[in-house]
Structure formats: C-alpha cells, structure tokens
Antibody
Framework: EVQLVESGGGLVQPGRSLRLSCTAS????????ITWLRQAPGKGLEWVGFIRNKRDGGTPEYAASVKGRFTVSRDDSKSIAYLQMNSLKTEDTAVYYCTRDPPPFVWGQGTLVTVSS | DIQMTQSPSTLSASVGDRVTITCRASQSISGWLAWYQQKPGKAPKLLIY???SLDSGVPSRFSGSGSGTQFTLTISSLQPDDFATYYCQQYKTYWTFGQGTKVEIK
C-alpha cells in the first residue's frame, strides 16, 4: 500500500524551530517529487514547497510566505522527506501535509503545528 | 502566480441531486487540474486529476471536465457520503487551490 506519514508536529513558541518528517512506503520514493502543503484552522489549502526527485535535479522551490525560513530536504535511502521550519510565526499554525507528485497524488494524514507563546 | 476561483462557495442540495462545481484559472493551465473532497479533521481525498481522470476507487458518479481556464466537477447523483468541502487545484506551475465549495444538506 502506498502511504505517506507525517510526524514531528507540536506546540512551539514564536521564533523557534521545528522539523517535520514525511516517511514513505509502498513505492519507489526516489522517483517522486515530494510536496509540502498546509491548512490553517478553518482555512483553505496552501502550497508550502517541494523538493524534486534526483532525476529532475533534486532542487527545492518555496512559497513566498515561507521562503528564507523553511527548508525542504530528502533522504532517498530512508524514504523520508523533511521540512525544517525556522523563525516560526503564529500564522504558521496549521496542519502540514506531504504528498507525492506526479499524480495520482497521495497525501499523508497530516501533522498539526501550533505556534503560540 | 496562477489564481484559482471556485464557485459557488456554498451549495445546498438534496440526496439524488446533480451537483456542479466550477473552477476558473487566471491563465491557461491546459488540463493540469485536480479535484479533492475533504471532510472535517481529515486529509483531502483525491477524486480527479488531469481534469477528467478518476482516481482509483472513486465512484463513477464523480466526473470532471474542462481545459484551459474553465473546469467543472459534477456529481451525477448526490449521496449522503458526499456532503463535504471540495477543492480544485492547479499543478501547471507550483500548486494553487481554489477557496473551496461546501456542499451542505438542503
């Protein structure tokens, strides 16, 4: 079964850092781009960024709202992608999801990040 | 950036109704469009990708159409399990989502 599982969420103070993990199973992880998205409480879906597969350069792209603060990376040997979040703001509070690309897109169940003092 | 505009924002319908949701892109995205269903507290569920390709296991009452800038999601006969929020998503250039359409019980 193709599966993605996010972990690492929790309560963090503004200005601090947190690293999320996205652990994949059931498919060849290295063949796919991994995309991160988020959904603030009661709001819509927002693209955060992605990291391309090695064949396409392995390079990342970021939304303007997180550029310079968030970093996506991947370890194909472990089938894990990471989202390093620095200088967190209260507006970063959301459920964070990872997905694989290209379609059909498979989503994880999400992990909640709460940024609050 | 490509903007996605969904309509309506809310839709009240009854079981058995035919339901249509529209999504418009601010520029041509060819057929690089997906539709999702989301229920409270759950991850979005992929229904359709490439504008009209039904994901595995999705009931055939769901269908998608369109290309360029205008797209529709149609539910041919609304079922009790279909009351949820629906999102369109373009993936031609990065990803952008519509604001969502909540399908409510009439």
């Amino acid at each position: 079964e193709v599966q993605l599982v996010e972990s690492g969420g929790g309560l963090v103070q503004p200005g601090r850092s947190l690293r999320l993990s996205c652990t994949a199973s059931g498919f060849t992880f290295g063949d796919y781009t991994i995309t991160w998205l988020r959904q603030a409480p009661g709001k819509g879906l927002e693209w955060v960024g992605f990291i391309r597969n090695k064949r396409d350069g392995g390079t990342p792209e970021y939304a303007a709202s997180v550029k310079g603060r968030f970093t996506v990376s991947r370890d194909d040997s472990k089938s894990i992608a990471y989202l390093q979040m620095n200088s967190l703001k209260t507006e970063d509070t959301a459920v964070y999801y990872c997905t694989r690309d290209p379609p059909p897109f498979v989503w994880g169940q999400g992990t909640l990040v709460t940024v609050s003092s | 950036d490509i903007q996605m505009t969904q309509s309506p924002s809310t839709l009240s319908a009854s079981v058995g109704d035919r339901v249509t949701i529209t999504c418009r892109a601010s520029q041509s995205i060819s057929g690089w469009l997906a539709w999702y269903q989301q229920k409270p507290g759950k991850a979005p569920k992929l229904l359709i990708y490439k504008a009209s390709s039904l994901d595995s296991g999705v009931p055939s009452r769901f269908s998608g159409s369109g290309s360029g800038t205008q797209f529709t999601l149609t539910i041919s006969s609304l079922q009790p399990d279909d009351f949820a929020t629906y999102y369109c998503q373009q993936y031609k250039t990065y990803w952008t989502f519509g604001q969502g359409t909540k399908v409510e019980i009439k």
